[in-house]
């Protein structure tokens, strides 16, 4: 019976991996929001460790709002980086796996195709730079881990695009869309089933990979593409605008090439238009 711990259970990846999990009673999963275990705190982390022992550590707990980061530093570097490093030394006297996931935001977007695993990151905000701060701190203290890096997720739960356009458009609100980004929408349903293959399936071959669903496009793309998928708000009012003032710099092109997963699993991630579709229809 393997034994996991998943980290940011409210968030809505640990919700959709928590949706996702196998049924039967292979394995023990315990779920735990930052109330229940702080990955800050370096002597609530040993404690815990100290009387529970795991197989697998998945770490979904992340500061990740990219505008407050920028003037709270601190913060996001404790919690992306120190955070991480806490977990996976106590990961690593367990001798466990780690699952970390991190972000397109380590590239700073002056590639104009795909980036793959192995190109120069190059962070251009304080998010970006404390997801790969958390990165190097992980390499450097364990092997066996798995680096996951996705790109502009969401999904059912929580705060994210996907549902603030919903909540927008309900509300009856008109809205301008920027163009200046180019990335792939993600569906954090699919990335949880695929943190979930590599742990039913007990991967070994460790390292950092790239994992989005297929095809690019813009923000503003990625909210037609939602308006279009629900009938009930196809005439909701929506313009473009390439200049849209953010606190914090983000990467014009942040497209990851999943091809070195997709050898992996075997095969590829659905296309983002085609799981946008498929969840918005099991919204109803």
Aim: hydrophobic share 35%; proline share 3%.
């Amino acid at each position: 019976m393997k034994k996991i711990l998943i980290t940011g259970a409210n968030g809505q990846l640990g919700r959709c991996i928590k949706y996702a999990a196998p049924i039967g009673e292979k394995y023990v999963v315990n779920y735990f929001s930052r109330a229940d275990l702080d990955i800050a705190d370096a002597e609530a982390i040993e404690a815990h460790f100290r009387n529970n022992a795991y197989d697998y550590v998945v770490n979904t707990a992340a500061y990740t709002n990219v505008e407050k980061a920028e003037s709270d530093q601190e913060q996001a570097f404790l919690i992306n980086a120190e955070g991480v490093k806490n977990l996976a030394e106590a990961c690593k006297k367990q001798g466990g796996t780690f699952i970390q996931i991190s972000t397109d935001y380590v590239f700073d977007g002056t590639k104009e195709d795909p980036y793959v695993e192995t190109d120069a990151t190059n962070p251009i905000n304080v998010y970006g730079s404390s997801k790969l701060k958390g990165e190097a701190l992980l390499t450097k203290t364990t092997d066996r881990f798995f680096i996951l890096r996705t790109s502009w997720l969401y999904s059912q739960y929580g705060h994210n695009f996907l549902n603030s356009m919903l909540n927008f458009a309900a509300a009856g609100k008109a809205l301008t869309i920027t163009t200046e980004q180019v990335g792939t929408p993600t569906n954090a349903n699919d990335l949880a089933q695929v943190i979930w293959s590599l742990i039913v399936t007990e991967e070994k071959k460790y390292g950092i990979y790239h994992y989005s669903n297929m095809g690019e496009g813009t923000w503003y793309d990625f909210a037609s593409e939602i308006f279009k998928a629900s009938p009930l708000l196809s005439n909701t009012k929506l313009a473009k605008t390439d200049h849209y003032p953010t606190f914090a710099k983000r990467p014009a092109y942040s497209v990851l090439s999943t091809s070195k997963i997709d050898q992996l699993l075997g095969k590829s991630a659905p296309d983002w238009k085609d799981s946008l579709q498929q969840l918005i229809t099991t919204l109803g």
